[in-house]
């Protein structure tokens, strides 16, 4: 049987990207499958805030609300992820860290190591996606050598911070973002570039891979339900503008993001997978982590003054302390305006579940100015906490609609420990500065969901292999943040990106091997021949 694609990828975000690259410029021919738009606007006003699907679309924003329940507590929100050719990193901050070597030791609960990989293993894709991405930044003092370019010199305001971790024995460094810098560059973080200074997955890998002729793109197009037989996957049952589409291909790669990625799973049931494909092990949809993220403004000293600050700092020097994994702590870019402020006041309610609040929502701008004039002069850092996984953290199809992602998390005592640990070195770090924490509670960071369909060798234990294919069927594999056995202290993306990579780069060789099998003399005495 002659298939027309070699392999079908249910996502363009950063993980099948770099997969479809990967792949498409080693000869084989890949179909990107896309919920989102290939085209964005860039005449009108992106409101992160708006209600407006198609709008949303248009600027690359997830289209519709989540819900779920935080400590029983029922959420419902936009999440901070993209939606098109792109995914997340159309929106993301293009901070692009890799996970320390001591992540890839950590031992689970079965003495076992939880990656069943080392960095040595992803090192080699960690170069090639950082060179992939443009990834300019300065050597991490506490990491193993990065091979980055150095970006721009800082503002004044970022240099002054810069000076000051360091004067009180922090090991700042640049942050590693994939940006080019040039002209007129405002990083648009948060909000697609236009540019083509910020390097998103679109502009590094799926322009690159359709420019190779083995590529193509179906945006607008939704994934409804993965069909299988007891072995392997058979097709994909899609809807595009109302038509309904089957798309057959050799193999299958969904990276549709930790989210949805699991949700499709569990809803592509049949005979054979009562519930829900690739699902033998239960855990599916389980071990579902965030991290944990503050906010807090920072005061210079002195004369100094917040000016244009950059997402430029970064320091790990707490990422692992006295025997806690805590994580790293990274500025924002951001100053404490009215409208940050604002923002992030309305998206606390929503995340929070507070829906004793939501009818003020409206009224906010005045405490959101009163707030931008305490804090006035002040720029705002963040920190990112390591999330641990527990198996009653999960995905699962929505009550009331199937289609759509509900999640249920519970935060443990440990969270809540490690996330008062971890505040109280924030000082340490920036004493002799007058701070303001934007926010008391546990914050999850629902951009950097994973975990949800863990890799490993033991098939009772994980629903994918070492290479991300699923245990339980020859030909589907998965490759977006949902791969994750723990989710480190650091953004995912070139985590994400680099073993896309890899897996992409074992794949071509089997297909390869396939095709130059095919294509050997045929032995008269072969009963295939």
């Given at each position: 049987?002659?298939?027309?694609?070699?392999?079908?990828?249910?996502?363009?975000?950063?993980?099948?990207?770099?997969?479809?690259y990967?792949l498409?410029?080693?000869?084989?021919?890949?179909?990107?499958?896309?919920?989102?738009?290939a085209?964005?606007?860039?005449d009108e006003?992106?409101?992160p805030?708006s209600?407006?699907?198609?709008k949303?679309?248009?600027?690359?924003?997830w289209?519709?609300?989540?819900?779920?329940?935080?400590?029983?507590?029922?959420?419902?929100?936009f999440?901070?992820?993209?939606?098109?050719?792109?995914?997340s990193?159309?929106?993301y901050?293009?901070?692009?860290?890799?996970f320390?070597?001591s992540?890839?030791?950590i031992?689970?609960?079965?003495?076992?190591?939880?990656?069943?990989i080392d960095y040595?293993n992803l090192?080699?894709?960690?170069?090639?996606?950082?060179?992939?991405?443009?990834?300019?930044?300065?050597?991490?003092?506490?990491?193993?050598?990065?091979?980055?370019?150095?970006?721009?010199a800082m503002?004044r305001c970022?240099q002054h911070?810069f000076?000051?971790?360091?004067?009180?024995?922090?090991?700042p460094?640049?942050?590693?973002?994939?940006?080019?810098?040039?002209?007129g560059?405002?990083?648009?973080g948060?909000?697609?570039?236009?540019?083509s200074?910020k390097q998103d997955a679109?502009?590094a890998?799926?322009?690159?891979?359709l420019?190779?002729?083995?590529?193509?793109?179906?945006?607008?197009?939704?994934?409804?339900?993965?069909?299988?037989?007891d072995e392997?996957?058979?097709?994909l049952?899609?809807?595009?503008?109302?038509?309904?589409?089957?798309?057959v291909?050799?193999l299958?790669?969904?990276?549709?993001?930790a989210l949805s990625?699991?949700?499709?799973?569990?809803?592509?049931?049949?005979?054979f997978?009562?519930?829900?494909?690739a699902?033998t092990?239960?855990l599916?949809?389980?071990n579902?982590?965030?991290?944990?993220?503050?906010?807090?403004?920072?005061?210079?000293r002195g004369?100094t003054?917040?000016?244009e600050p950059g997402?430029?700092?970064?320091?790990r020097?707490f990422?692992e302390?006295?025997?806690l994994k805590?994580?790293?702590?990274?500025?924002?870019?951001?100053?404490?305006t009215a409208n940050?402020v604002?923002?992030?006041?309305?998206?606390?309610?929503?995340r929070?579940?507070?829906?004793?609040?939501?009818?003020?929502k409206?009224?906010?701008?005045?405490?959101?100015?009163?707030?931008?004039?305490?804090s006035?002069n002040a720029?705002?850092f963040?920190?990112?906490?390591?999330?641990l996984p527990?198996?009653?953290?999960?995905?699962k199809p929505?009550?009331?609609d199937?289609?759509?992602?509900y999640?249920e998390?519970?935060?443990h005592?440990e969270?809540?420990?490690?996330?008062q640990a971890f505040?109280?070195l924030?000082?340490?770090a920036?004493?002799?500065?007058r701070?303001?924490m934007?926010?008391?509670?546990?914050?999850l960071?629902y951009g950097?969901?994973?975990?949800?369909c863990?890799?490993?060798?033991?098939?009772?234990?994980a629903?994918l292999?070492?290479?991300?294919?699923?245990?339980d069927?020859n030909?589907?594999y998965?490759?977006?943040?949902?791969?994750f056995p723990?989710?480190?202290g650091?953004?995912?993306s070139?985590?994400i990106?680099a073993?896309?990579?890899?897996v992409?780069?074992?794949?071509?060789?089997?297909?390869s091997?396939?095709k130059?099998k095919r294509?050997?003399p045929?032995?008269v005495?072969?009963p295939?021949?």
């Open positions: 049987m002659e298939f027309e694609w070699d392999v079908a990828i249910v996502g363009a975000g950063m993980g099948g990207a770099a997969m479809g990967a498409a410029t080693a000869g084989h021919r890949v179909l990107f499958i896309e919920k989102g738009l085209h964005f606007s860039q006003d992106d409101d805030d209600l407006d699907e198609a949303r679309l248009r600027n690359g924003r289209p519709q609300q989540i819900s779920g329940s935080v400590d029983a507590r029922p959420v419902r929100f999440p901070a992820l993209g939606c098109g050719v792109g995914g990193t159309l929106i901050a293009a901070a692009l860290e890799r320390s070597p992540d890839f030791k031992v689970d609960k079965s003495g076992r190591q939880a990656w069943p040595e090192e080699p894709f960690y170069r090639k996606a950082e060179r992939l991405l443009h990834v300019r930044g300065s050597q991490d003092p506490l990491q193993p050598r990065s091979e980055v370019i150095e970006p721009p503002t970022d911070f000076d000051s971790a360091q004067a009180n024995g922090m090991h460094y640049r942050v590693h973002t994939a940006c080019r810098y040039i002209d560059c405002g990083q648009c948060g909000f697609i570039c236009h540019k200074c679109r502009r890998f799926i322009e690159p891979a420019a190779t002729g083995n590529a193509m793109v179906i945006d607008q197009c939704n994934v409804e339900k993965v069909s299988a037989d392997a996957v058979t097709q049952s899609c809807r595009r503008n109302g038509d309904e589409l089957a798309i291909a050799k299958y790669v969904l990276a549709a993001g990625t699991p949700l499709l799973l569990l809803n592509s049931t049949n005979e997978w009562p519930n829900g494909l699902n092990s239960d599916v949809g389980r579902l982590m965030f991290h944990a993220s503050d906010f807090f403004a920072v005061w210079p004369r003054r917040v000016s997402k430029s700092i970064g320091f020097d990422y302390h006295q025997g805590l994580g790293a702590i990274q500025s924002t870019g951001l100053t404490a940050n604002l923002h992030f006041l309305k998206s606390l309610i929503d929070n579940g507070w829906v004793w609040l939501k009818p003020l409206p009224f906010m701008r005045i405490p959101a100015m009163i707030g931008a004039l305490i006035g720029t705002i963040t920190s990112i906490l390591e999330d527990y198996p009653e953290n999960r995905v929505d009550p009331e199937a289609a759509s992602i999640f998390y519970t935060i005592n969270l809540r420990q490690r996330m505040r109280k924030y000082r340490k920036f004493k002799r500065h701070m303001m934007l926010g008391s509670e546990v914050n960071n950097h969901a994973c975990g949800t863990r890799f490993g060798p033991d098939p009772s234990t629903v292999d070492v290479n991300n294919r699923a245990h069927l030909n589907l998965v490759v977006d943040a949902s791969f723990t989710s480190g650091a953004n995912p070139l985590t990106a073993n896309a990579l890899r992409g780069e074992h794949i071509a060789r089997k297909l091997a396939t130059a294509t050997e045929c032995v005495s072969d295939a021949c």
